[in-house]
């Protein structure tokens, strides 16, 4: 894992590239990133990260971009 990814923490505030606020990281296990938007949480892989610094995360795409970076978790699964 990178130095920068190093920095995610839970509850950093995810944005988009455009700025607009998409959720917060609730956990983060290797290269997955669990991202709590409203009443819905997705995984995505450390690849949709493009920086973190402070309290917020920006990723490389926007909302139309991000089902690249969506890791498919089976029912039984943790995403973290």
């Not at 990814?5 to 290269?31: C, I, N, W, Y």
């Amino acid at each position: 894992m990178s130095h920068e990814l190093e920095r995610l923490q839970p509850g950093q505030r995810v944005l988009f590239m455009s700025g607009a606020l998409f959720g917060t990281v609730g956990d983060v296990h290797g290269d997955l990133v669990r991202i709590d938007a409203g009443s819905t949480s997705i995984c995505v892989s450390t690849d949709a990260i493009f920086t973190v610094e402070g309290n917020l995360v920006t990723l490389v795409c926007e909302r139309r971009g991000l089902a690249d970076y969506v890791i498919a978790i089976e029912d039984d699964q943790a995403c973290a």
